[in-house]
Protein backbone atom coordinates (compact mmCIF):
# COMPACT_ATOMS: atom_id res chain seq x y z
CA UNK A 1 0.00 0.00 0.00
CA UNK A 2 3.22 2.39 -0.46
CA UNK A 3 3.44 3.47 -3.83
CA UNK A 4 7.36 3.78 -3.57
CA UNK A 5 7.61 -0.07 -2.43
CA UNK A 6 4.34 -1.47 -3.14
CA UNK A 7 6.21 -5.01 -2.47
CA UNK A 8 8.77 -6.30 -0.10
CA UNK A 9 10.40 -8.97 1.86
CA UNK A 10 10.06 -8.29 5.11
CA UNK A 11 8.99 -5.47 7.78
CA UNK A 12 10.15 -4.47 11.55
CA UNK A 13 8.66 -2.46 14.06
CA UNK A 14 10.36 -1.13 17.33
CA UNK A 15 7.90 0.05 20.48
CA UNK A 16 4.77 -0.03 17.86
CA UNK A 17 5.82 2.44 15.24
CA UNK A 18 7.69 0.04 11.74
CA UNK A 19 11.14 1.09 11.63
CA UNK A 20 11.94 -0.85 8.31
CA UNK A 21 10.49 -1.76 5.36
CA UNK A 22 12.46 -3.82 2.20
CA UNK A 23 14.04 -7.03 1.37
CA UNK A 24 15.76 -9.46 4.18
CA UNK A 25 19.18 -8.26 4.58
CA UNK A 26 18.04 -4.45 4.45
CA UNK A 27 15.44 -5.00 7.48
CA UNK A 28 17.95 -7.40 9.52
CA UNK A 29 20.19 -4.73 9.70
CA UNK A 30 17.96 -3.22 11.65
CA UNK A 31 17.86 -6.15 14.08
CA UNK A 32 19.51 -7.51 17.03
CA UNK A 33 19.67 -10.87 18.88
CA UNK A 34 16.91 -9.17 20.86
CA UNK A 35 14.61 -9.25 17.94
CA UNK A 36 11.57 -11.57 17.45
CA UNK A 37 11.57 -13.12 14.45
CA UNK A 38 7.97 -14.31 12.58
CA UNK A 39 8.17 -16.51 9.63
CA UNK A 40 5.49 -15.39 7.32
CA UNK A 41 7.32 -17.41 4.32
CA UNK A 42 4.18 -18.32 1.05
CA UNK A 43 2.21 -15.68 2.79
CA UNK A 44 1.11 -12.10 1.99
CA UNK A 45 1.75 -8.77 4.77
CA UNK A 46 -0.98 -6.33 4.20
CA UNK A 47 -1.81 -2.82 7.20
CA UNK A 48 -4.21 -4.14 9.63
CA UNK A 49 -7.79 -3.62 8.37
CA UNK A 50 -9.95 -0.73 9.43
CA UNK A 51 -13.77 -1.35 9.42
CA UNK A 52 -14.85 1.90 8.13
CA UNK A 53 -18.72 1.83 9.80
CA UNK A 54 -19.88 -0.25 12.70
CA UNK A 55 -21.78 -0.62 15.87
CA UNK A 56 -19.22 -2.73 17.84
CA UNK A 57 -20.82 -2.33 21.56
CA UNK A 58 -24.48 -2.96 20.00
CA UNK A 59 -23.37 -5.65 17.77
CA UNK A 60 -21.56 -7.41 20.80
CA UNK A 61 -24.84 -7.48 22.84
CA UNK A 62 -27.33 -8.49 20.04
CA UNK A 63 -24.61 -11.19 19.20
CA UNK A 64 -25.95 -13.13 22.70
CA UNK A 65 -29.51 -12.35 21.44
CA UNK A 66 -32.02 -14.65 19.72
CA UNK A 67 -30.68 -15.15 15.79
CA UNK A 68 -33.65 -14.55 13.12
CA UNK A 69 -31.55 -14.42 9.93
CA UNK A 70 -32.77 -16.96 7.58
CA UNK A 71 -36.06 -17.81 9.19
CA UNK A 72 -38.10 -19.16 6.45
CA UNK A 73 -41.80 -17.88 8.22
CA UNK A 74 -43.77 -16.50 11.09
CA UNK A 75 -44.00 -20.24 12.23
CA UNK A 76 -39.84 -20.66 12.61
CA UNK A 77 -39.48 -16.83 13.78
CA UNK A 78 -41.84 -17.90 16.87
CA UNK A 79 -39.82 -21.43 17.26
CA UNK A 80 -36.54 -19.42 17.61
CA UNK A 81 -38.09 -17.13 20.14
CA UNK A 82 -39.44 -19.74 22.16
CA UNK A 83 -36.57 -21.64 22.50
CA UNK A 84 -34.61 -18.18 23.94
CA UNK A 85 -37.52 -17.43 25.68
CA UNK A 86 -36.30 -20.54 28.14
CA UNK A 87 -32.85 -19.04 28.32
CA UNK A 88 -33.87 -16.16 29.84
CA UNK A 89 -32.21 -15.47 33.50
CA UNK A 90 -35.16 -13.66 36.22
CA UNK A 91 -35.96 -10.54 34.88
CA UNK A 92 -34.17 -10.03 31.37
CA UNK A 93 -36.17 -9.16 28.18
CA UNK A 94 -36.34 -11.42 24.96
CA UNK A 95 -33.78 -9.81 22.70
CA UNK A 96 -33.91 -10.81 19.14
CA UNK A 97 -31.81 -10.03 15.60
CA UNK A 98 -31.74 -10.58 11.97
CA UNK A 99 -35.31 -10.39 11.16
CA UNK A 100 -35.82 -9.66 7.54
CA UNK A 101 -38.98 -7.76 5.94
CA UNK A 102 -39.73 -10.38 3.66
CA UNK A 103 -40.58 -13.45 6.42
CA UNK A 104 -43.50 -10.92 7.45
CA UNK A 105 -44.19 -11.15 3.69
CA UNK A 106 -47.50 -8.72 3.07
CA UNK A 107 -48.84 -8.90 6.09
CA UNK A 108 -48.71 -5.58 8.39
CA UNK A 109 -46.87 -6.63 11.89
CA UNK A 110 -49.05 -6.83 14.88
CA UNK A 111 -48.13 -7.93 18.16
CA UNK A 112 -50.52 -10.48 18.07
CA UNK A 113 -48.91 -12.49 15.30
CA UNK A 114 -46.54 -13.76 17.90
CA UNK A 115 -49.36 -15.67 19.23
CA UNK A 116 -48.83 -16.96 22.62
CA UNK A 117 -45.21 -15.17 22.73
CA UNK A 118 -47.37 -11.70 23.07
CA UNK A 119 -47.89 -12.20 26.74
CA UNK A 120 -44.90 -13.56 28.30
CA UNK A 121 -41.60 -11.48 28.92
CA UNK A 122 -41.22 -8.46 27.47
CA UNK A 123 -39.96 -8.45 23.67
CA UNK A 124 -37.89 -6.57 21.61
CA UNK A 125 -37.26 -7.82 17.88
CA UNK A 126 -34.18 -6.13 15.64
CA UNK A 127 -34.97 -6.26 12.14
CA UNK A 128 -31.54 -7.01 10.00
CA UNK A 129 -31.06 -3.51 9.50
CA UNK A 130 -31.64 -1.86 12.71
CA UNK A 131 -34.39 0.56 11.53
CA UNK A 132 -37.70 -0.85 12.62
CA UNK A 133 -37.89 -3.27 15.57
CA UNK A 134 -41.08 -5.35 16.65
CA UNK A 135 -42.31 -5.56 20.12
CA UNK A 136 -44.87 -7.54 22.05
CA UNK A 137 -47.72 -5.85 24.57
CA UNK A 138 -45.84 -6.72 27.39
CA UNK A 139 -43.06 -4.24 26.61
CA UNK A 140 -45.31 -1.45 25.46
CA UNK A 141 -46.54 -1.49 28.85
CA UNK A 142 -43.16 -1.79 30.50
CA UNK A 143 -42.14 1.74 28.47
CA UNK A 144 -45.96 3.36 28.51
CA UNK A 145 -46.38 3.33 25.20
CA UNK A 146 -50.61 3.63 24.50
CA UNK A 147 -50.49 5.65 21.14
CA UNK A 148 -48.50 7.95 18.61
CA UNK A 149 -45.68 10.42 19.54
CA UNK A 150 -44.04 13.45 18.71
CA UNK A 151 -40.51 12.13 18.55
CA UNK A 152 -39.03 15.06 16.98
CA UNK A 153 -38.20 13.81 13.95
CA UNK A 154 -40.39 10.95 11.05
CA UNK A 155 -39.57 7.65 13.57
CA UNK A 156 -42.67 6.60 14.14
CA UNK A 157 -45.13 4.55 16.53
CA UNK A 158 -46.87 2.63 14.03
CA UNK A 159 -50.58 2.58 15.33
CA UNK A 160 -54.39 1.23 14.12
CA UNK A 161 -56.61 3.36 13.19
CA UNK A 162 -58.12 3.59 16.33
CA UNK A 163 -54.71 4.80 17.58
CA UNK A 164 -53.70 1.58 18.92
CA UNK A 165 -50.07 0.57 18.55
CA UNK A 166 -49.17 -1.94 17.17
CA UNK A 167 -45.28 -2.64 18.34
CA UNK A 168 -43.73 -1.53 15.18
CA UNK A 169 -41.71 0.90 16.15
CA UNK A 170 -39.54 2.75 12.60
CA UNK A 171 -36.44 4.30 12.75
CA UNK A 172 -33.75 4.79 15.81
CA UNK A 173 -36.13 7.67 18.09
CA UNK A 174 -39.08 4.99 18.02
CA UNK A 175 -37.23 2.09 19.13
CA UNK A 176 -35.35 3.74 22.02
CA UNK A 177 -38.76 4.87 23.64
CA UNK A 178 -38.90 0.85 24.67
CA UNK A 179 -35.49 0.45 24.39
CA UNK A 180 -34.54 2.44 27.27
CA UNK A 181 -36.48 0.87 29.59
CA UNK A 182 -35.13 -2.10 28.73
CA UNK A 183 -32.76 -3.35 31.95
CA UNK A 184 -29.01 -3.77 30.47
CA UNK A 185 -27.08 -7.03 31.46
CA UNK A 186 -24.82 -7.18 34.22
CA UNK A 187 -21.56 -4.88 33.72
CA UNK A 188 -19.10 -7.84 34.18
CA UNK A 189 -21.46 -9.85 31.24
CA UNK A 190 -21.12 -6.88 29.14
CA UNK A 191 -17.51 -6.47 29.45
CA UNK A 192 -16.92 -10.02 28.65
CA UNK A 193 -19.39 -9.40 25.61
CA UNK A 194 -17.33 -6.71 24.65
CA UNK A 195 -14.34 -8.39 25.10
CA UNK A 196 -15.45 -11.42 23.36
CA UNK A 197 -16.46 -9.43 19.99
CA UNK A 198 -13.02 -7.57 19.81
CA UNK A 199 -11.53 -11.13 19.85
CA UNK A 200 -13.22 -12.16 17.09
CA UNK A 201 -12.45 -9.09 14.83
CA UNK A 202 -8.86 -9.47 16.06
CA UNK A 203 -9.05 -13.10 13.99
CA UNK A 204 -10.43 -11.75 10.84
CA UNK A 205 -7.68 -9.29 10.37
CA UNK A 206 -9.73 -6.49 11.67
CA UNK A 207 -6.91 -4.05 13.74
CA UNK A 208 -9.58 -0.62 13.86
CA UNK A 209 -13.09 0.33 13.52
CA UNK A 210 -15.25 3.54 12.99
CA UNK A 211 -17.74 3.31 15.36
CA UNK A 212 -21.00 5.08 14.38
CA UNK A 213 -23.12 5.06 17.43
CA UNK A 214 -22.05 6.54 20.43
CA UNK A 215 -22.79 9.36 23.43
CA UNK A 216 -21.06 10.77 26.06
CA UNK A 217 -21.17 7.20 27.93
CA UNK A 218 -19.60 5.45 24.76
CA UNK A 219 -16.33 8.17 25.46
CA UNK A 220 -16.54 6.70 29.29
CA UNK A 221 -16.57 2.82 28.34
CA UNK A 222 -13.83 3.38 25.64
CA UNK A 223 -11.76 5.24 28.34
CA UNK A 224 -12.28 2.19 30.60
CA UNK A 225 -11.45 -0.98 28.24
CA UNK A 226 -8.62 1.36 27.26
CA UNK A 227 -6.75 1.88 30.55
CA UNK A 228 -7.51 -1.84 31.42
CA UNK A 229 -6.19 -3.19 28.02
CA UNK A 230 -8.74 -4.63 27.00
CA UNK A 231 -9.33 -2.42 23.77
CA UNK A 232 -7.62 -4.23 21.41
CA UNK A 233 -9.02 -2.15 18.52
CA UNK A 234 -8.34 1.31 17.36
CA UNK A 235 -11.73 2.98 17.88
CA UNK A 236 -12.73 6.29 15.99
CA UNK A 237 -16.28 7.55 17.35
CA UNK A 238 -18.61 9.24 16.01
CA UNK A 239 -21.61 10.66 18.35
CA UNK A 240 -24.98 10.21 16.95
CA UNK A 241 -27.09 13.30 17.16
CA UNK A 242 -30.66 13.35 16.26
CA UNK A 243 -32.93 16.12 15.16
CA UNK A 244 -34.48 16.80 18.57
CA UNK A 245 -31.14 16.57 20.24
CA UNK A 246 -31.43 19.13 22.82
CA UNK A 247 -28.99 22.25 22.15
CA UNK A 248 -27.28 22.17 25.29
CA UNK A 249 -26.75 19.01 24.70
CA UNK A 250 -25.02 19.85 21.10
CA UNK A 251 -23.22 22.56 22.73
CA UNK A 252 -21.41 20.04 24.81
CA UNK A 253 -20.10 17.92 22.26
CA UNK A 254 -18.88 21.06 20.95
CA UNK A 255 -17.12 22.08 24.00
CA UNK A 256 -15.53 18.64 24.58
CA UNK A 257 -13.59 18.25 21.00
CA UNK A 258 -12.19 15.24 20.58
CA UNK A 259 -11.10 13.51 23.35
CA UNK A 260 -9.08 10.49 22.73
CA UNK A 261 -7.15 7.84 24.81
CA UNK A 262 -4.21 5.46 23.30
CA UNK A 263 -6.13 3.39 21.13
CA UNK A 264 -9.54 5.53 20.30
CA UNK A 265 -10.79 8.69 19.55
CA UNK A 266 -14.11 10.97 19.61
CA UNK A 267 -13.73 11.64 15.70
CA UNK A 268 -16.81 13.45 15.07
CA UNK A 269 -20.61 13.17 14.99
CA UNK A 270 -23.02 10.93 13.25
CA UNK A 271 -26.30 12.06 11.83
CA UNK A 272 -28.87 10.32 10.06
CA UNK A 273 -30.66 12.11 7.25
CA UNK A 274 -32.95 9.23 6.24
CA UNK A 275 -33.58 5.66 6.84
CA UNK A 276 -34.29 2.89 4.66
CA UNK A 277 -35.75 1.90 1.36
CA UNK A 278 -36.97 -1.60 2.57
CA UNK A 279 -39.51 0.34 4.73
CA UNK A 280 -40.10 3.45 3.27
CA UNK A 281 -38.21 5.73 5.24
CA UNK A 282 -35.35 6.66 3.04
CA UNK A 283 -35.22 9.95 1.04
CA UNK A 284 -35.70 9.56 -2.98
CA UNK A 285 -35.54 12.12 -5.91
CA UNK A 286 -38.70 10.31 -6.56
CA UNK A 287 -41.35 8.37 -4.56
CA UNK A 288 -40.70 4.61 -4.13
CA UNK A 289 -43.74 1.81 -5.96
CA UNK A 290 -45.64 2.38 -3.10
CA UNK A 291 -45.63 6.34 -2.84
CA UNK A 292 -43.22 6.89 0.24
CA UNK A 293 -39.71 7.44 0.40
CA UNK A 294 -40.91 11.40 0.06
CA UNK A 295 -39.07 13.24 2.96
CA UNK A 296 -35.85 13.06 5.41
CA UNK A 297 -35.96 12.33 8.76
CA UNK A 298 -34.96 15.58 9.65
CA UNK A 299 -38.53 17.74 9.50
CA UNK A 300 -35.93 20.91 8.97
CA UNK A 301 -33.24 20.54 6.29
CA UNK A 302 -31.90 23.68 6.91
CA UNK A 303 -31.69 23.40 10.90
CA UNK A 304 -29.58 19.92 9.13
CA UNK A 305 -27.16 22.07 7.55
CA UNK A 306 -27.14 24.81 9.56
CA UNK A 307 -25.87 21.72 12.49
CA UNK A 308 -23.15 20.62 10.05
CA UNK A 309 -21.84 24.01 9.68
CA UNK A 310 -21.96 24.11 13.48
CA UNK A 311 -19.95 21.46 13.89
CA UNK A 312 -17.34 22.05 10.44
CA UNK A 313 -16.77 25.36 12.75
CA UNK A 314 -15.95 23.39 15.64
CA UNK A 315 -13.08 21.41 13.61
CA UNK A 316 -15.37 18.12 13.47
CA UNK A 317 -16.29 15.85 11.25
CA UNK A 318 -19.48 14.51 10.15
CA UNK A 319 -20.77 11.81 8.88
CA UNK A 320 -24.12 11.64 7.69
CA UNK A 321 -26.48 8.68 7.04
CA UNK A 322 -27.81 8.81 3.76
CA UNK A 323 -29.35 6.00 1.58
CA UNK A 324 -31.69 7.46 -0.97
CA UNK A 325 -30.77 9.35 -4.05
CA UNK A 326 -32.31 12.80 -2.35
CA UNK A 327 -30.60 12.57 0.89
CA UNK A 328 -26.97 11.80 -0.88
CA UNK A 329 -27.57 15.24 -3.02
CA UNK A 330 -29.01 17.48 -0.22
CA UNK A 331 -25.90 16.47 2.31
CA UNK A 332 -23.56 16.88 -0.62
CA UNK A 333 -25.18 20.63 -0.61
CA UNK A 334 -24.93 21.02 3.44
CA UNK A 335 -21.07 20.40 2.95
CA UNK A 336 -20.93 22.70 0.09
CA UNK A 337 -21.99 25.16 2.36
CA UNK A 338 -19.38 24.88 5.15
CA UNK A 339 -16.57 27.47 4.93
CA UNK A 340 -13.95 25.89 2.59
CA UNK A 341 -16.36 23.09 1.91
CA UNK A 342 -15.74 19.80 3.19
CA UNK A 343 -12.40 20.22 3.18
CA UNK A 344 -11.81 16.26 3.22
CA UNK A 345 -12.79 15.98 6.58
CA UNK A 346 -16.77 15.23 5.82
CA UNK A 347 -18.51 11.37 4.99
CA UNK A 348 -21.71 10.21 3.44
CA UNK A 349 -22.93 6.91 4.84
CA UNK A 350 -24.40 3.98 3.27
CA UNK A 351 -25.06 5.82 -0.60
CA UNK A 352 -27.13 3.19 -2.00
CA UNK A 353 -28.27 5.22 -4.21
CA UNK A 354 -26.29 7.87 -5.91
CA UNK A 355 -27.59 10.29 -8.56
CA UNK A 356 -26.50 10.34 -11.67
CA UNK A 357 -23.67 12.85 -12.46
CA UNK A 358 -22.89 12.90 -8.27
CA UNK A 359 -20.20 10.68 -7.81
CA UNK A 360 -17.35 13.71 -9.74
CA UNK A 361 -18.44 15.75 -6.49
CA UNK A 362 -17.02 13.50 -3.80
CA UNK A 363 -14.07 13.76 -5.30
CA UNK A 364 -13.98 17.60 -6.21
CA UNK A 365 -15.46 18.22 -2.32
CA UNK A 366 -13.46 16.17 -0.88
CA UNK A 367 -16.20 14.36 0.72
CA UNK A 368 -15.36 10.63 1.50
CA UNK A 369 -17.76 7.90 0.16
CA UNK A 370 -18.73 4.90 3.48
CA UNK A 371 -20.02 2.03 2.28
CA UNK A 372 -20.74 -1.34 2.75
CA UNK A 373 -20.85 -3.61 -0.37
CA UNK A 374 -21.57 -6.49 2.16
CA UNK A 375 -25.71 -5.29 1.95
CA UNK A 376 -25.98 -6.28 -1.74
CA UNK A 377 -26.43 -9.63 -0.30
CA UNK A 378 -30.20 -9.02 0.99
CA UNK A 379 -30.96 -8.01 -3.07
CA UNK A 380 -31.64 -10.72 -5.13
CA UNK A 381 -30.90 -10.57 -9.08
CA UNK A 382 -34.52 -11.63 -9.96
CA UNK A 383 -35.56 -8.03 -8.01
CA UNK A 384 -37.90 -9.79 -5.58
CA UNK A 385 -36.65 -8.43 -2.62
CA UNK A 386 -37.98 -5.67 -0.62
CA UNK A 387 -35.38 -3.08 -1.09
CA UNK A 388 -35.75 -4.29 -5.65
CA UNK A 389 -39.86 -3.81 -5.05
CA UNK A 390 -39.38 -0.47 -4.32
CA UNK A 391 -37.11 1.08 -6.91
CA UNK A 392 -37.45 1.85 -10.56
CA UNK A 393 -35.01 0.34 -12.70
CA UNK A 394 -32.34 2.86 -13.03
CA UNK A 395 -32.21 3.19 -9.24
CA UNK A 396 -31.87 -0.58 -8.72
CA UNK A 397 -28.91 -0.58 -11.54
CA UNK A 398 -27.12 1.99 -9.85
CA UNK A 399 -27.10 0.65 -6.58
CA UNK A 400 -23.97 0.48 -4.26
CA UNK A 401 -22.23 2.77 -7.30
CA UNK A 402 -18.57 2.18 -5.54
CA UNK A 403 -16.97 1.45 -9.20
CA UNK A 404 -18.13 4.56 -10.29
CA UNK A 405 -17.01 6.56 -6.95
CA UNK A 406 -13.62 5.27 -7.16
CA UNK A 407 -13.18 6.05 -10.86
CA UNK A 408 -14.62 9.64 -9.78
CA UNK A 409 -11.14 10.04 -7.75
CA UNK A 410 -13.63 9.49 -4.47
CA UNK A 411 -12.25 8.06 -1.59
CA UNK A 412 -14.10 4.89 -1.02
CA UNK A 413 -14.00 3.54 2.53
CA UNK A 414 -15.52 -0.35 3.50
CA UNK A 415 -17.27 -1.88 5.96
CA UNK A 416 -19.59 -3.60 7.38
CA UNK A 417 -22.61 -2.13 9.01
CA UNK A 418 -21.94 -4.93 12.09
CA UNK A 419 -24.13 -6.11 13.26
CA UNK A 420 -26.47 -6.05 10.28
CA UNK A 421 -23.71 -7.42 8.21
CA UNK A 422 -20.76 -10.06 9.57
CA UNK A 423 -17.91 -7.60 10.21
CA UNK A 424 -15.44 -10.36 8.66
CA UNK A 425 -13.92 -8.02 6.07
CA UNK A 426 -13.51 -11.15 4.16
CA UNK A 427 -16.41 -11.17 2.97
CA UNK A 428 -16.60 -7.58 2.40
CA UNK A 429 -13.63 -8.46 -0.18
CA UNK A 430 -15.62 -10.57 -1.87
CA UNK A 431 -18.70 -8.53 -1.98
CA UNK A 432 -16.58 -5.34 -3.45
CA UNK A 433 -14.95 -7.63 -6.14
CA UNK A 434 -17.91 -9.57 -7.14
CA UNK A 435 -21.10 -7.17 -6.35
CA UNK A 436 -22.75 -10.17 -4.20
CA UNK A 437 -22.45 -12.27 -0.79
CA UNK A 438 -20.10 -15.10 -1.00
CA UNK A 439 -22.81 -18.39 -1.10
CA UNK A 440 -25.29 -16.30 -2.70
CA UNK A 441 -27.66 -18.95 -4.12
CA UNK A 442 -27.66 -16.66 -7.27
CA UNK A 443 -24.50 -15.88 -8.66
CA UNK A 444 -25.49 -12.89 -10.84
CA UNK A 445 -23.78 -9.19 -9.71
CA UNK A 446 -26.50 -6.71 -8.28
CA UNK A 447 -26.47 -3.46 -10.48
CA UNK A 448 -24.47 -2.64 -13.32
CA UNK A 449 -21.65 -1.06 -11.42
CA UNK A 450 -18.06 -2.55 -11.93
CA UNK A 451 -17.14 -4.47 -9.07
CA UNK A 452 -13.40 -3.20 -7.19
CA UNK A 453 -10.21 -4.77 -8.46
CA UNK A 454 -8.79 -7.00 -5.21
CA UNK A 455 -6.43 -3.72 -4.51
CA UNK A 456 -8.94 -1.25 -4.74
CA UNK A 457 -11.30 -3.22 -2.43
CA UNK A 458 -7.70 -3.71 0.25
CA UNK A 459 -7.72 0.15 0.39
CA UNK A 460 -10.89 0.82 1.12
CA UNK A 461 -9.91 -1.32 4.21
CA UNK A 462 -6.80 0.58 4.83
CA UNK A 463 -5.72 3.92 2.62
CA UNK A 464 -9.46 4.75 2.59
CA UNK A 465 -10.63 4.75 6.17
CA UNK A 466 -6.68 6.19 7.28
CA UNK A 467 -7.75 9.11 5.20
CA UNK A 468 -11.30 9.31 6.30
CA UNK A 469 -10.27 9.80 9.51
CA UNK A 470 -7.32 12.34 8.67
CA UNK A 471 -4.96 9.91 9.78
CA UNK A 472 -3.24 8.73 6.29
CA UNK A 473 0.58 9.65 8.10
CA UNK A 474 0.89 7.22 10.16
CA UNK A 475 -2.15 4.71 9.16
CA UNK A 476 -3.40 2.37 6.42
CA UNK A 477 0.49 1.76 5.12
CA UNK A 478 3.00 -0.51 5.71
CA UNK A 479 6.12 2.15 6.33
CA UNK A 480 8.35 3.64 8.70
CA UNK A 481 7.15 5.52 10.83
CA UNK A 482 3.60 4.09 10.23
CA UNK A 483 2.13 2.03 13.06
CA UNK A 484 2.91 -1.64 13.52
CA UNK A 485 -0.75 -2.76 12.56
CA UNK A 486 -0.50 -5.37 10.39
CA UNK A 487 -2.06 -8.97 9.35
CA UNK A 488 -0.14 -11.89 7.61
CA UNK A 489 -2.41 -14.16 5.36
CA UNK A 490 -1.97 -17.36 3.77
CA UNK A 491 -1.58 -15.32 1.07
CA UNK A 492 -2.26 -11.91 -0.51
CA UNK A 493 -6.01 -11.34 -0.32
CA UNK A 494 -5.58 -8.48 -2.85
CA UNK A 495 -4.40 -10.63 -5.42
CA UNK A 496 -5.22 -14.59 -4.90
CA UNK A 497 -8.68 -15.70 -6.70
CA UNK A 498 -11.97 -14.09 -5.62
CA UNK A 499 -13.54 -17.37 -4.69
CA UNK A 500 -10.81 -17.71 -2.29
CA UNK A 501 -10.94 -14.83 -0.34
CA UNK A 502 -13.76 -15.10 1.96
CA UNK A 503 -12.29 -18.35 3.52
CA UNK A 504 -8.71 -16.68 3.63
CA UNK A 505 -6.81 -18.16 6.41
CA UNK A 506 -5.60 -15.10 8.47
CA UNK A 507 -2.14 -16.73 10.41
CA UNK A 508 -1.59 -13.54 12.63
CA UNK A 509 -2.60 -9.78 13.58
CA UNK A 510 -0.23 -6.97 15.03
CA UNK A 511 -2.33 -3.92 16.62
CA UNK A 512 0.40 -1.37 17.88
CA UNK A 513 3.40 -3.93 17.27
CA UNK A 514 1.55 -6.43 19.42
CA UNK A 515 0.28 -10.16 18.75
CA UNK A 516 -3.69 -9.69 19.17
CA UNK A 517 -4.52 -12.90 17.45
CA UNK A 518 -2.26 -15.98 16.45
CA UNK A 519 -4.17 -19.06 15.71
CA UNK A 520 -1.12 -21.31 16.85
Known amino acids: MDPARPWAQAVAWRDGIVIAVGDDDAVREVCDARTEVVDGSGGG ?57 ATLGDRAYHHQLLGDLDEAVPMLIWSFDLHTAYVNAAALRAAAVTGERDLGDRSRIVCTDAGDPTGELREWAAVDVVRDVAPDPAPDRL ?44 VWLYQFVYASTPDATVEAMVRGGRPAGRRWRADGIKIMLDGVIDTGTAWLERPDACGQCRDAIWPDIDRFASRVRQFHAAGLRVATHAI ?3 AVRATLDAYAQCPGGSAGRHRIEHLETVPDGTAERFARDEVTASMQPI ?10 DPWSQRLDARRRAHGWRTGDLVDAGAVV ?108
Open 413 to 520: VLGSDWPVGTFDPRHGLFAARERRAPGAADPRPVGDTRGLTGLEALGGYTTGPARAVGAQGWSGRLAPGFAADLVLWAEDPADCPVTDVAELPVRLTVLAGDIVHSPV
Open 191 to 234: REWYREAIQAQNAVGLTGIHQMDGDGATVELLRELDDSGDLRLR
Open 375 to 384: AMGWVAPDQS
Open 45 to 101: VTPGLVDGHQHLFRGAVLAHGVDLAGAADLDEVRHRLWRGRGRLRDGEWLIARGLEY
Open 324 to 326: GDR
